[in-house]
């Protein structure tokens, strides 16, 4: 059975940084892409960001452009989700996602609250 | 960015009856080289995650019931529930995979009458 279960989302003040991390199981992760897609409570779903299969290419949504980091440990059967100079309106849920190509197969998600 | 655009916003249909959500995008998510559709349909329900109903416009995923029905091509695509059940109370979202960044439509809400 596909698992993905990220952690590490919590309460940060605006400009602090947060690193989210998705476990992979149940799957051979290097054969995949992946993405994380945010949704903020109560409104629709935006995606974020996404890296090949070997970690080697990432495309981010213009929003996070230059302040979000997407990376992967294959070995660790892990993505990750590094988040700086975070801004309020960066408070989501934020979900790891497993591209088949056609279709995402979805994490429970972690709640990300920026605020002072 | 391609744009996908659901309507309506929200629906309230009887249980039994037919429920049909649209989903427009702003261009072709058609591929000529393998003819297929570049559409998902997901249902989300509160304090769970994004579900994969429909893949490739039409294809149902492995284990939906099959009153959930998708259809259309190119740029105008159907969610149809045939008889809608209790379970199906939920919001639906369409997701475009042609192309980066994916998008997702703003979502339909569907409530029985």
């Known amino acids: 059975e596909v698992q993905l279960v990220e952690s590490g989302g919590g309460l940060v003040p605006p400009g602090g940084s947060l690193r989210l991390s998705c476990a992979a199981s149940?799957?051979?992760?290097?054969?995949?892409?992946m993405h994380w897609v945010r949704q903020v409570p109560g409104k629709g779903l935006l995606w974020v960001s996404r890296?090949?299969?070997?970690?080697?290419?990432?495309d981010y949504a213009d929003s996070v452009k230059g302040r979000f980091t997407i990376s992967r440990d294959n070995a660790k059967n892990t993505v990750y989700l590094q988040m700086n100079s975070l801004r309020a309106d960066d408070t989501a849920v934020y979900y790891c996602?497993?591209?088949?190509?056609?279709?995402?197969?979805w994490g429970q998600g972690t709640l990300v609250t920026v605020s002072s | 960015d391609i744009a996908l655009t659901q309507f309506p916003d929200s629906l309230a249909v009887s249980l039994g009856e037919r429920a049909t959500i649209n989903c427009k995008s702003g261009?072709?998510?058609?591929?000529?080289?393998?003819?297929?559709?570049?559409l998902a349909w997901y249902q989300h329900k509160p304090g769970q995650p994004p579900k994969l109903l429909i893949y490739?416009?039409?294809t149902r995923e492995f284990g939906v019931p099959d009153r959930f029905s998708g259809s259309g091509s190119g740029t105008d695509f159907t969610l149809t529930i045939s008889s809608l059940q209790p379970e199906d109370v939920a919001v639906y979202y369409c997701?475009?995979?042609?192309?980066?960044?994916?998008?997702f439509g703003q979502g339909t809400r569907l409530e029985i009458k």
């Open positions: 996602v497993r591209s088949r190509g056609s279709g995402f197969d």
């Open positions: 149940g799957f051979t992760l290097s054969l995949y892409w």
């Open positions: 890296i090949n299969s070997d970690g080697m290419t990432t």
């Open positions: 261009q072709s998510l058609f591929y000529s080289s393998n003819n297929r559709n570049y």
């Open positions: 490739w416009a039409s």
């Open positions: 997701h475009q995979y042609y192309t980066t960044p994916d998008t």
